[in-house]
């Protein structure tokens, strides 16, 4: 029953910004491995960024380091992406995922969350 819902997506001019936001219901974020992923048809799934909910540890692809930051807000169980300098190639569907690994493999670069959100669509024109 757990599940995760995304918002905050929408079409915005290159260079602007976008907030997204993935709440998760059904289980706190403890122990908790938190990611955001996106995918363009036609292309695999991208990891993005993740965080874990217990060292606050965190990794991003290098195609969005500087540019994009994720955080937790542990009280309200959500965990959000800020996009900043956004470009034409950060068009995609983002999504969020939740999974409970050691931290290690969280910020690794290997995680595959246990439960996604639905996703919500990033245009930058």
């Known amino acids: 029953h757990v599940q995760l819902v995304e918002s905050g997506g929408g079409s915005v001019q290159a260079g602007g910004s976008l907030r997204l936001s993935c709440v998760m219901s059904?289980?706190?974020?403890?122990?908790?491995?938190l990611a955001w992923f996106r995918q363009v048809p036609g292309k695999e799934r991208e990891g993005v960024a993740a965080?874990?909910?217990?060292?606050?540890?965190?990794r991003y692809a290098d195609s969005v380091k500087g540019r994009f930051t994720i955080s937790l807000d542990n009280p309200a169980n959500t965990v959000y992406l800020q996009l900043n300098s956004l470009n034409p190639e950060d068009t995609a569907m983002y999504y969020c995922?939740?999974?409970?690994?050691?931290?290690?493999?969280?910020?690794?670069?290997?995680?595959?969350?246990?439960?996604w959100g639905e996703g919500t669509q990033v245009t930058v024109s």
């Open positions: 059904g289980y706190a974020y403890t122990s908790a491995c």
């Open positions: 965080i874990d909910s217990d060292t606050v540890t965190t």
């Open positions: 995922g939740a999974g409970f690994v050691l931290p290690n493999r969280c910020v690794g670069g290997s995680f595959l969350p246990a439960w």
